[in-house]
Structures are given as C-alpha cells and as structure tokens.
C-alpha cells in the first residue's frame, strides 16, 4: 500500500514582516483545506512575534531528512503548489540521478556466462541409429 | 528527542499515523501499544525523585505487553498460514525460518523505523533500541486486531512484511547443513530413486579457479545442475539448486499476490490471496 512519506510540515513565519505575506494569506485560506486533504501530514503553524528570521517551510520525512524552504515574497497559491510538491515527494537526497532505468531481473533467461552454449560432457554423439 | 522539540502534538501525531497506514483504530488502544514498561517505570522513578505522593498522581497507563504478545502471536500464525498456501512443499523447518526471519529483531526494527514509530513510542532511552521498536510494532498490530479483526490485519501484516522477502533467496533465510541429505529424503518421499551426480561441464580444472557445474541425474533424467569452485562445492550447489526447483522458490516464481481478497472466506481467517 502507499504509504505518505512526508510525516510533518512546520510553517514559520513572522505576523509583521512584509515578506511573510503569502504565508499569512496561506494560513488564513487555504491552510485548512491543505490540511483536509492531506490527513496523514501533520501541519504546524508557529507564528514568532517581531522581525524575527526570513518565513520558511520545513519539511520532516519518513527517513529523517528535513528540508526548509524558503518562502519569503511567495502568493498563496504558490506556497499551496509548494507544500503539494513537498508531500509527494520521499525523503530521498534530491541528487543527480546516474540512469533513469533499473531493474532487479537484469535477465530473464538466465545471465550468458561462457559455458551457456557449449554441450555438456555427458552428451554421447555416436553414429545414427536407423530407423526400423 | 523528537517529542521534546517544538512543534509536537501527540494526539494529531496518531490520528496522522493512523491516516498514513490506511487503517481505522480505536485511538485510545493505539495509545496504549506505544506505552512500554520502560516508560512507566521511568516515569515513576521520576516522579518519586520530585517528591509527589503516589497516590495522588497515579499513572494511570497500561503497557502494550499483552497487545505484543497477541500481536505476535497473530503475524506468526498468518505469516505461516500464507507461506503454507504459497508453497505447499515447503517443509515445516523451512516455514519456520522464515516466520522467524520476518519477526526477526532488525526487520521489524527496520520497518518501524521507516513508518515513524521511533519518534511515537514512549521508551526509557533515546533513540529506541530495536527490541523496543519491535515490541512497539507488535502491540500496533495487536490493536489492529481488537479494533479492525483478523481480516484486516492479515492485509496490513501481508502487505508491510512480505515485501522484505523481495530479492531473498530461500538458503540466505534457512540455513541448511546437509542439502544432499534433505534432497534425499524429498525424493524417497516422492519415490524417485536416488540422485547420482555426474561432472556436466568443466572449466580451468588446473588453474587457481576451476569451475565445475555437477548436475544430478535421476533415471537418466536432469534434476538440477549446480556450479562451484572444487566437487563437492558443486554437488551441493546442485541439490541446493534441485531443493529450490522443488520447493517453488526459484528466482522466476510467480510474484506474491496483493490483490484484495475474496468476501466470504473471514470465517476460518483462510485468506484466499496467497
């Protein structure tokens, strides 16, 4: 079954700074809605009082990888485009993938090796036998 | 620790645990399957240190002891129940193993970790050790099954364990001394006679790494075929092989079936999806 691999969303941001403006529309419309449709994330909403550090959205993972994001000078809608980014996301590295293919079953059957099509000891070739 | 950090909210932690799983509990068992006894005890050691009276702040918690053990008890009985109906020749050692494998301390460990249960269990010691996390596992599928019944929880344990079987081979599980004389006793339970190794193929036989590849023969007819480095390293390769080919656990088997099971068949907990 598939299970949500983002476990909890943390959303700081300041009431007064011009920059939190998104985050705060955020909060205000479109938070709970989010919130609905995601049961399985848990979202926690932290206003801190005065100019304090730049709105930021961190993200924590199943595996333990938290990731912040910054969302200073961002709308609404576009936070509610970011969060849905986030919660599909695993908690993966976000590095460069070497090859976008793999499989288990590299061969289906069985893996050549020098000895696949050579005849076995065992198999007696002698003269043909007439037919009666 | 996690539920020292801020932003922590125990009771929406659950309810989005239990989202995650896809699983209805009733929340109050669920609560009581991350209480461990190393908890309990902490706590009260903690409070008779600040000087509170007993009785006046009495925890009232259980531990999840009894929803583990019953746990337990259930994912073996299932776990068994399906390897039975997958591979019906599989002889009762060999189910063994791999019942203990799949409850085995690390897996469980493993895959409670990944499903958040380190930061919701309620334990002596940070970060978890395994057999508490096992425990904690345990008790969760013991509270399935007071909640949601047998039925459900057979999924919930088919679809979380079986996956680790995915790429195992059946003699890194089950470890087997004498493969030549299990053979045996397989055959003569089939009445074939029994199996006489002959060299099939031979490769740098006087060089540092010779290969051999021994195949057993019965009535003239291939069994298996097996390589190694010296003859006897193949011979058992080869009947390794031949139990494998027996048992129905080669690579190319048929893959595990996880589609929803039939309606109907919950009244003797024989689910028909193996």
């Known amino acids: 079954r598939y299970v949500r691999q983002l476990q909890r969303l943390q959303l700081l941001f300041s009431p007064t700074a011009a920059d939190a403006r998104g985050a705060r529309q955020f909060v205000e419309e479109a938070a709970q809605d989010f919130a609905r449709q995601h049961p399985d994330v848990v979202l926690y909403v932290s206003p801190h009082s005065g100019p304090g550090p730049a709105p930021v959205l961190r993200a924590e993972y199943l595996n333990g990888t938290v990731r912040e994001e910054l969302i200073a000078s961002m709308t609404s809608e576009e936070i509610v485009q970011l969060a849905t980014k986030l919660a599909n996301q695993s908690g993966l590295d976000i590095i460069r993938i070497r090859k976008p293919f793999h499989t288990d079953n590299p061969s289906v059957q069985g893996q050549w090796h020098p000895l696949t099509n050579k005849p076995s000891i065992l198999t007696v070739q002698g003269p043909r036998l007439q037919p009666q | ?274």
């Open chain 2, 1 to 274: 620790r996690r539920s020292e950090q801020p932003s922590w909210d125990y009771h929406a932690e659950i309810q989005a645990f239990s989202h995650r799983v896809q699983e209805n509990f009733a929340l109050d068992l669920l609560k009581t399957a991350f209480v461990n006894p190393c908890y309990i005890e902490s706590e009260e050691a903690r409070r008779r240190q600040l000087g509170l009276d007993k009785d006046a702040v009495a925890l009232q918690l259980q531990d999840n002891a009894g929803l583990a053990e019953r746990g337990l008890r259930f994912a073996r009985a299932y776990l068994a129940q399906c390897f039975e109906g997958a591979y019906p020749e599989l002889p009762a050692k060999g189910i063994e193993a791999l019942v203990n494998f799949l409850t085995s301390q690390e897996l469980v460990s493993y895959v409670a970790q990944n499903l958040s249960i380190q930061d919701l269990a309620l334990c002596r010691d940070f970060p978890a050790p395994p057999d508490v996390l096992q425990r904690t596992f345990l008790a969760v599928i013991g509270a399935l099954l007071e909640s949601s019944g047998p039925e459900r929880t057979g999924i919930f344990v088919r679809d979380f364990f079986i996956p680790q079987l995915i790429g195992k081979d059946l003699f890194e599980i089950w470890e087997v001394v004498n493969p030549m004389g299990l053979l045996l006793e397989e055959l003569t339970k089939r009445n074939i006679s029994a199996p006489e190794p002959r060299i099939t193929r031979q490769l740098g036989v006087s060089t540092v790494l010779p290969v051999y590849f021994v195949g057993l023969y019965c009535d003239k007819k291939m069994l298996a075929e097996g390589p190694g480095e010296t003859l006897l390293a193949a011979e058992e390769e080869a009947a390794r092989v031949a139990l494998r080919k027996l048992y129905g656990y080669t690579e190319n088997r048929r893959p595990w079936d996880y589609s929803k099971p039939k309606q109907g068949l919950a009244a003797e907990k024989a689910i028909s999806s193996n």
